[in-house]
T-cell receptor
Framework: GAVVSQHPSWVICKSGTSVKIECRSL??????MFWYRQFPKQSLMLMAT?????????EQGVEKDKFLINHASLTLSTLTVTSAHPEDSSFYIC???????????FGPGTRLTVL | QQQVKQSPQSLIVQKGGIPIINCAYE??????FPWYQQFPGKGPALLIA?????SEKKEGRFTISFNKSAKQFSLHIMDSQPGDSATYFC???????????FGSGTRLQVQP
């Protein structure tokens, strides 16, 4: 199956700083990628849809100025958490659709801890 | 508003047992129903998926049963093993390359 990578796998930062998370489709092109957030022992919640060459679409309640998404190429989407606060600490996971009907491939996730 | 309801929240079975996890959806536009397995600290991995034009699909030890009229689907794990201990999520999406809506998850523990 298709492979999606994320970098870094974990990051610790101080409150008020910004953190960038990369999501790459390794062996296929993805004009669309999705960013999810997962709090401990909870389900995955969609944050935004990343679209190559256009603006991202954010879900209701997600601050677009705080969570900046850039889909720079057909294989790379980045999520930047700006002015991070402890409540932003979470597991961030990206996914990309494959070639077959609706299938999606998930990255390994990035654990963000804001001190 | 939660659009995919999953139960039970947790499940303990003995090795060799057949755990069953159930999901129900509300949005009739959904037409793709995958199940994902997630281990702690890892991203979800696709196990098996079904479309509403079939009522059952088997892949290895995993079976999906689908009831379109009831808007319900379930995952059965045959001959469960301790290595199957993980959190399982059902999900759904409408046609096209759309984001998934996930159920709340089921923590499965398979005892040796």
């Amino acid at each position: 199956g298709a492979v999606v990578s994320q970098h870094p796998s974990w990051v610790i930062c101080k409150s008020g700083t910004s953190v960038k998370i990369e999501c790459r489709s390794l062996d296929f092109q993805a004009t669309t990628m999705f960013w999810y957030r997962q709090f401990p022992k909870q389900s995955l919640m969609l944050m935004a849809t990343s679209n190559e060459g256009s603006k991202a679409t954010y879900e209701q309640g997600v601050e677009k100025d705080k969570f900046l998404i850039n889909h720079a190429s057909l294989t790379l989407s980045t999520l930047t958490v700006t002015s991070a606060h402890p409540e932003d600490s979470s597991f961030y996971i990206c996914s990309a659709p494959g070639q077959l009907f609706n299938e999606q491939f998930f990255g390994p996730g990035t654990r963000l801890t804001v001190l | 508003q939660q659009q995919v309801k999953q139960s039970p929240q947790s499940l303990i079975v003995q090795k060799g047992g057949i755990p069953i996890i159930n999901c129900a959806y509300e949005n009739t536009a959904f037409d793709y129903f995958p199940w994902y397995q997630q281990f702690p600290g890892k991203g979800p991995a696709l196990l098996i998926a079904i479309r509403p034009d079939v009522s059952e699909k088997k892949e290895g030890r995993f079976t999906i049963s689908f009831n379109k009229s009831a808007k319900q689907f379930s995952l059965h794990i045959m001959d469960s093993q301790p290595g199957d201990s993980a959190t399982y999520f059902c999900a759904a999406s409408p046609t096209g390359r759309r984001a998934l809506t996930f159920g709340s998850g089921t923590r499965l523990q398979v005892q040796p």
